[in-house]
């Protein structure tokens, strides 16, 4: 996939229905989904759980876009290996969850995957600055992670922008996750943000049967984040 900075839409399947994941990916891209955001979570690093590896095999052959695999787990480097093989197409790590980030995003990349880090919103930009040069995405966390539907925190506005400052011209895409909405997506898109993912926002009201909605609140998000871009 190229590099560039155009906004693109991540739903986060955590808003899904649990028992029908093949048909929600269909719809949501159908809709106009970029990338599907997969929340994997540990109930140890993040108060709740979701999908081991054989969840997110199972999801591979309905993407058809790029599947954007977010690991809330610690540790994280003995799991790497299976959600590569699993079929992510991008592993984001989070810098909180272990002691060597740098090795972390090494052992990413030894997976001929896309790598991305990711920070809470009480962890300061400083901790991954010497990593930039090894990673394709920096995630923003713009909630505490663990939850969809939760609120937006404001201070990832600056901290987005003083990330974009730190890429430069650098080819690394920002992702923002965590109460995305047509509210929030125009500040984080103004600050330097080009990935955002959205749960609640992009399901809210829909159902594969009603997967107009998807693409109304998919494009909805979009038109407000380009708007500001
Ligand atoms: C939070 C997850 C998010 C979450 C986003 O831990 O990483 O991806 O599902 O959900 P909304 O958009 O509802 O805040
Ligand atoms: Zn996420």
Not at 88 to 105: L, N, Q
Not at 218 to 229: D, K, L, P, S, V
Request: glycine letters at 10%; hydrophobic letters at 45%; one cysteine or more.
């Amino acid at each position: 996939m190229s590099f560039d900075r155009s906004i693109k839409i991540a739903p986060s399947i955590l808003s899904a229905d649990f028992a029908n994941f093949g048909q929600e990916i269909r719809a949501i891209e159908e809709q106009g989904a970029d990338w599907v955001h997969v929340d994997v979570m540990d109930g140890h690093f993040v108060p709740n759980l979701t999908f081991g590896p054989p969840a997110v095999k199972a999801f591979r052959p309905h993407v058809k876009t790029f599947m954007d695999v977010h690991l809330m787990i610690a540790p994280v480097d003995p799991y790497i290996e299976a959600y590569a093989e699993a079929g992510a197409d991008m592993i984001t790590a989070h810098v909180e969850a272990g002691p060597h980030i740098h090795r972390t995003i090494q052992a990413i990349k030894a997976q001929g995957v896309k790598a991305g880090v990711a920070v809470n919103p009480g962890t300061p930009l400083e901790s991954i600055e010497h990593v930039l040069d090894l990673v394709d995405m920096v995630l923003i966390m713009t909630v505490n992670p663990g939850f969809g539907g939760q609120k937006f925190i404001h201070s990832g506005v600056e901290k987005t922008r003083r990330c974009r400052e730190m890429i430069g011209d650098r080819e690394i895409h920002i992702q923002i996750d965590g109460g995305v909405t047509t509210e929030t997506a125009p500040l984080v898109a103004a600050a330097g943000a080009d990935v955002l993912v959205a749960g609640s926002a992009v399901f809210k009201g829909g159902s594969v049967d009603q997967a107009q909605v998807y693409g109304d609140n998919i494009r909805a998000i979009r038109a407000a984040a380009e708007a500001a871009q």
